[in-house]
Structure formats: C-alpha cells, structure tokens
C-alpha cells in the first residue's frame, strides 16, 4: 500500500529536492503508535506497520438490488390481489378497441359506432391496441369479437388486468433509472417507489382501468433524458407521448420553452438553426408515421373530431375539482337566490344540466355559460407567468417544475377536465418532493388533496376499505421517509413553491 507519494519540486530548479507527503491517515496511525512509546504504555519497540486497508467500494450496482426487487414484488403482488375488484366502463372501452383494431381496417377504426364505446385515442395508441389484441385473439377469440359487447369472462378480465401490470414496466424501468443516475440514492429510492406504489395508479389503472402506468413511462423516460442533457430523445419521446394520449397537451407549452430555450438556442439566446431543424424533423416524422395513414386517407377532419369532442362540456361526469367545479357551485347558489328574488333571471336550460352527473354540455342557469375559447384564454395566460420564467431560466429542476404547474393550470381552468387528470400534476411533483421543504409541503397537500379526489371513482363498498387503507399506509411512509430526509440549504431564502429557479 502507498503511503505517501512524490511530489514535484516547488520551483523549476533541479537543485531543489522533491517533497515527500504522507497520507493524514498515516500519520495519526504513527502518531499514536510514538505517543504511547512516549507514555510507556508499550515496553517493548514495536514494528510500525501501515493502517488497516480502508473498505473496499461497493460493486457496480446490478440490475435489481435486494430492495428493489422486494419494492417491484410487492408492487406485483398488490395489483395481482386486485384483478376481481370493481371496474368502470372503460375496461369495455379498451376491450371494445382491442375489437375495432383487430376486426376492421385501418380505414374504419375511426369511424366505427357498432359500440358507444367509440375509439378516441390518437393512432399510436390504436396501433397500441392492435399489437395487443394478436395476444388477446391467442388467450380468448371472443375477446376481440367485434359484435361480443359487454364480455366480461375471466379470460377477458386476466388478460386486460396483466397487460396493464405487464406495460407499466416502462415506468419501473424509468424509475429504476432515475435512481441509478442519482447522488442521494436513497432519498430517490423512496421517491421512485413513492410514484411506483402512487395511490393514482392503483385506483385508476387496476381497479378502474386505464393505461396510466405505461404512459407516464413515456413522460418519465422523456424527462429522464432532458435531466441527463439529451434533450433532442426528450423532444422525440414527448411527441411519441403525445401521439398515445392528448391529455399530454396540458404540459406541451413547458416542452416547448424548454427545448427552444436550451437546445436550440445558446445560453446567450442566440439561435442554432441546425439544432432547431434537427428536432422540428424529428417531431414531424414521428407525427407523420402517427397521422400520415388517416391523411392520405383524407380522415384527418373525423379523427380530430373523436379526439376533440367540445360538445362534451365544461364538467366532466365526474367532476373534477377545479376552478369550474366552483363556478358550478357559485351558479347553484345563485340560482337559489334568484328563485327567491328574481325568478326572471333564471335560464330554465341551465336549472338540471350542471348537477345531472351526465356528459354532455353544462349550461348554467344564472351565470352566463363558459365556451372553450374563455377556458383556453385563461389556461394560457396562467401558463405565462410559468413559461416566462422558465424562457429565463431553462434549467432541469426549472423545466419539471413548469412541467407541473402547466399540468396544474390546465387541470384548474382546462375545458371538460377529467379528475384523473390531476396525475399530471402528482407524477411531476413527485419527482421535486425532497428538493426543499417548500416543495415537500406542496407535495403532502397536494397528494392527499389529489387522491381524495380519486376516491369517488371507486364507488361499491367493497373497495372503500382498500382504497383508504392503502392511501393512508402509502402516505405514512412516503411522507414519513422524506421528511426525514429533506433539508432546505440555509442560504436559499423562504421561498413559494411558484418561484422557479
């Protein structure tokens, strides 16, 4: 073992011997060894031998550690528990497109009514059901029966319950990612396995049913790369991102800034238009595999019309809690004053349709109604006060944090929001939790306000007690093993969770 080393003489001149330095390890060694010769504690001379060897570095990490592994099989476990549990119209809504992909053409698969469960996915997500309903004919034939509506066999329920297990890897392996590429391991460890085990997904995806898990896969993956400096794979990702669910719009203005700001142009601002071309033709290729099929097929005007549907109204059948949720409730009380004071006022139209529970639009009765065009106007000019300073500065924790409050404007203003909407905000936010304790604070508000609002699409008794009991256990040790963690730097000052840095 070396114990000291050869240093270069201090000047140029040969005459000048070289320094000889000993390791600070060395010397206390010895210096102990000569203070007890000194004491007389040792009698007899003693062989000075070198410090123990100091501990050897861990092995690179493999590919599951111990704890990961348990994380991914307790994740597993839970959901698997869960395949006979309640699940909404849209378990039928996935079955009916596995039909619609794998039963009719491309050229129908937009224009198909044969169900009231219509596809109104962009295509990436319809090639999606595709790939998956080759497996589903394999399992049960009946599964993709265009005209076997309301299927619900085992079968059915097994296969569609483990495709969503199965497609929600990709945001395991995002996540494992995220910690392999992470200073404080553990403290990413806790908030990775915090998103991995997110009430959210478990509510919404195994239960209810949807696909969530495996598209904020995607938006992970996306993120993950801006964080490790390959912004053009973030740009590409996004755009995949935004081909297999257009709800992913709400936080398309943070991408923008933020890839125009930092990869296409220098620090100083000024603009590099190879870059700019270099990411516009790959944004554009990825629309034109998505879309080019249905545009040469001059369906482009039906498609947007599935995926845009206005008429739906301002509220969705389940409300979400936003700030329409409020202007409904605003129009109710009014409406009970008005019938008191003055009836003439009221529009009739309006007295049933915010409170039906129904899709469809929302008319008020005292309130003049609300169009999609005054739900745009103030979604945007929220987002503003964010892409402003995001535009100033485009760093990473700059970009996730208006990643967040886009998604949080859009769900507070957006048009017909749905409340499953609100994991756009509780994904990204998830990733700032243990930054400071402003953004851990906002974190634990958030989730519980969040998730709350998840509860009612789980209605039948029978998922009541798992459903709180699993929030409640999920909240205890995530916001318990953060807290623990998380510091604020004594030379940053108070700030709000809305100041981007």
């Known amino acids: 073992m070396s114990t000291g080393s050869l240093q ?144 619900d066999a085992w079968s059915v329920i097994a296969f569609q319950r483990t495709t969503v297990i199965v497609t929600e ?41 949807q696909y969530n898990g495996f598209m904020f896969g995607i938006l992970l993956w996306s993120i993950l790369m801006a964080k490790e400096g390959n912004k053009l794979a973030s740009g590409i990702l996004f755009a995949v991102l935004l081909n297999f669910k257009h709800i992913y719009m709400y936080l398309a203005p943070a991408y923008f800034i933020y890839l125009l700001r930092s990869y296409c142009m220098t620090s100083q601002g000024t603009p590099l238009p190879k870059q700019f071309l270099t990411l516009a033709n790959a944004v554009i290729l990825v629309f034109a595999v998505s879309l080019g099929p249905f545009a040469i097929m001059g369906q482009l005007p039906q498609l947007l019309s599935r995926l845009f549907p206005f008429t739906r109204g301002l509220n969705h059948a389940y409300w979400a809690p936003n700030a329409w949720a409020l202007v409904t409730m605003l129009d ?23 409170s039906r529970g129904l899709v469809g639009d929302t008319v008020f009765a005292v309130i003049p109604n609300v169009k999609p065009i005054h739900t745009f106007i103030v979604t945007v000019a929220f987002q503003l006060i964010w892409l402003f300073k995001l535009w100033r500065v485009p760093t990473y924790r700059s970009f996730v944090c208006a990643l967040t409050l886009c998604g949080w404007t859009s769900f507070m203003f957006g048009w017909h929001v749905h409340e499953k909407a609100i994991m756009l905000v509780l994904v990204p936010l998830s990733l700032m939790a243990a930054d400071n304790q402003a953004h851990f604070r906002t974190f634990v508000l958030t989730s519980v306000a969040g998730i709350f609002s998840l509860f009612p699409l789980l209605f039948t008794p029978a998922e009541t007690l798992v459903k709180i009991v699993y929030s409640i256990i999920w909240g205890i040790l995530v916001f318990n093993g953060l807290s623990r963690r998380v510091y604020e730097s004594v030379d940053l000052e108070p700030t709000s969770f809305l100041i981007l840095r």
């Open 169 to 209: 890897l990709v945001m395991a392996a995002a996540l494992l990612r995220f910690i392999r590429g992470s200073v404080d391991k553990t403290m990413q460890t806790i908030i990775s396995a915090s998103i991995l085990l997110h009430p959210s997904f478990l509510i919404v995806d195994h239960m209810h049913f």
């Open 332 to 354: 109710r009380v009014l409406l009970k004053v008005a019938q008191t004071f003055r009836p003439g006022i009221i529009n009739e139209a309006g007295v049933q349709s915010t």
């Open 8 to 151: 270069p003489p201090y000047s140029g001149n040969p005459n000048v011997p070289p320094r000889l330095t000993i390791s600070p390890t060395v010397l206390a060694h010895r210096s102990a060894t000569l203070s007890k010769l000194d004491s007389g504690a040792l009698k007899t001379p003693v062989k000075l031998e070198p410090p123990p060897e100091p501990p050897k570095s861990p092995p690179p990490d493999t590919f599951l550690l111990p704890h990961e592994r348990d994380i991914l099989v307790l994740s597993t476990a839970v959901k698997l528990l869960l395949y006979p549990s309640y699940r909404s119209t849209d378990f039928e809504v996935h079955r009916n497109w596995l039909a619609i992909t794998k039963s009719l053409p491309l050229s129908k698969w937009y224009y198909d009514t044969t169900s009231e469960w219509t596809l109104d996915y962009p295509p990436f997500f319809a090639y999606f059901e595709w790939v998956m309903s080759l497996f589903a004919r394999i399992v049960d034939p009946k599964i993709t029966d265009l005209n076997n509506l309301n299927y």
